[in-house]
């Protein structure tokens, strides 16, 4: 079964452009730890719904779906 995975590369570009330039920042700004954020962002596991909303609230995307990769994406 594959498992959906966070777009690192669509959340990292709603960072820079907010000023966060860390995992650090990123996880600060949307209240999630660190640690979940270091395991989102390295594909060691699946994101839930409330930390995808807690960083489109973060960085006022307008729907959570930029920031999942679908199955056929993440293997391509």
Do not use: C, F, H, W
Request: proline residues 4%.
């Amino acid at each position: 079964m594959t498992r959906l995975r966070l777009n690192a590369s669509a959340l990292s570009e709603q960072a820079e452009k907010a000023g966060d330039t860390t995992s650090y920042a990123i996880a600060l700004r949307a209240g999630v730890q660190p640690s979940t954020l270091s395991r989102l962002l390295n594909g060691t596991t699946t994101p839930t719904l409330a930390t995808l909303v807690a960083l489109k609230t973060a960085y006022r995307m307008d729907t959570i779906d930029s920031l999942v990769l679908v199955p056929e994406q993440a293997s391509a």
